[in-house]
């Protein structure tokens, strides 16, 4: 149910982004005609609460929680709350705290601390009442058992996979302690794509088998490994994030060994998304591997609609460190393992498989089949064993600074 909530906010967003693209000045909060309030006599126990907000205009917003404490999150594009104060609302008191303002160029930002933990029963946006200008938000949170607060997350994995909620699934936890870290291995290519080709070999079959010797050292280090694909066969570049999601991966690898035209490129590197890479080499890259998708028939530029997109995009800011984090992490230790790599050994590329809004995400690039000396490594067990280990060192070393980092943002 509560899934479809936050699906149905997203679908009322889509009306209000239309009309925010013909008004060029920001929304403004009309405190007059705004309020929080409860409902019933207080027992001192957390009650069900309304938050009224009147805005000039409709914005697109999303709302979720957060933990520690309990607070509601509502980020919307976007409202200039300078010169309103959030203590003046009415029915501040409710709630231990209430902040707003400007989050990031195009967001601001609505935090209100909860008294217990929450979930969200209706959001509404639509013509202001009573007089007002613009737009009514409405929000009605209920109190609910710690066992059914649902934090940060579903409002993200709603818009994927859009439009069948009941394939949504829930986003995965933060590995903390004791629970083994979980690495989505992606061996790229496969089926009617063979992607690179020497002779008679393939950069599919031979990313199939890295990826096998990547499970192995993995597994015996401790660390859960699924695999986007096992065998030969076409997995759609979007299917590969989606059963990254679906297996709660914590991070995801995928592994390439590409063809570009001769000393053009030579040595392992390793991207992270970036939209607007400059590098001429990664972007033919980038084109290259969405291309057989369009091949397939399958339109990339469709999955996104406007509102998805900005929210993925902020999503993502937040996952993109973590990426960047473990590519650096890699390069570390494969440098202390001798693996020759690229000249910048970490770049950004637009590769759609590398979209996930929320797993941080990497490809490798092993090297370049069209490379002479790649080439020897790449059919050498050696190097092969030394680049996996490295990398597996990396996944351990990146766990336990991702975790230190989770644990310190959680104050
Ligand atoms: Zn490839």
């Known amino acids: 149910m509560r899934r479809l909530w936050v699906l149905l906010l997203f679908l009322l967003a889509l009306p209000a982004l239309a009309e925010d693209g013909q008004r060029s000045a920001l929304a403004t909060v009309d405190l007059a005609h705004s309020a929080l309030s409860a409902e019933g006599r207080d027992r001192g126990r957390p009650r069900p609460m309304d938050l009224r907000l009147t805005i000039s205009q409709p914005v697109p917003y999303r709302v979720y929680f957060l ?12 409202i200039d709350f300078s010169g309103t104060r959030a203590e003046d609302l009415p029915g501040r008191e409710l709630v231990p705290a209430l902040r707003w303002g ?3 160029p195009g967001w601001s930002r609505l935090v ?14 639509r013509p202001a009442e009573g007089g007002a200008r613009g737009a009514l938000v409405q929000l009605r949170i209920e109190p609910v058992g710690q066992k059914d607060f649902v934090t940060r997350g579903n409002a993200l994995s709603a818009l994927w996979d859009l439009p069948a909620p009941a394939a949504v699934t829930p986003l995965p936890p933060r590995r903390t302690g004791d629970k083994p870290l979980r690495v989505a291995l992606d061996p790229g290519h496969g089926g009617h794509d063979p992607g690179a080709q020497v002779g008679a070999i393939s950069e599919a079959a031979l990313m ?47 592994l390439h060994a590409d ?44 999955t996104d609609d406007q509102v998805a997109a900005v929210l993925m995009d902020l999503a993502r800011t937040e996952t993109h460190p973590r990426s960047e984090a473990f590519a650096k992490f890699a390069v570390s230790e494969l440098n202390r393992a001798g693996i020759a790599m690229h000249r ?24 370049f089949l069209t490379d002479a000396g790649d080439r020897a490594n790449l059919f050498d067990p050696d190097w092969r064993a030394r680049t996996a280990q ?22």
């Open 344 to 367: 910048r050994p970490v770049r950004g590329a637009a590769f759609s498989v590398l979209k996930s809004p929320d797993i941080p995400s990497v490809l490798v690039e092993l090297g």
């Open 259 to 302: 063809a570009l035209p001769a000393g053009e490129a030579a040595g392992l590197s390793i991207y992270t998304w970036n939209p607007q890479a400059d590098d001429r080499a990664s972007r033919e890259l980038a084109m290259r591997h969405d291309r057989t998708d369009l091949l397939a028939g399958l339109d990339l530029a469709g």
């Open 67 to 78: 933990d520690g404490p309990p607070r509601l999150v509502v980020d919307f594009r976007e």
């Open 102 to 104: 400007r989050f990031r």
């Open 112 to 125: 209100m601390e909860l008294p217990g933990p929450y979930a969200l029963r209706t959001a509404i946006q």
């Open 208 to 254: 199939l088998s890295f990826a096998r010797e990547l499970t192995e050292i993995l597994t015996r280090a401790g660390f859960e490994v699924v695999a986007t694909r096992q065998d030969d066969s076409f997995i759609p570049l979007e299917r590969r994030m989606t059963l990254a999601r679906a297996a709660q991966a914590d991070l995801f690898i995928s």
């Open 390 to 411: 490295a990398l597996a060192r990396a996944v351990g070393l990146w766990a336990q600074d991702d975790a230190a980092r989770a644990a310190l943002s959680r104050q």
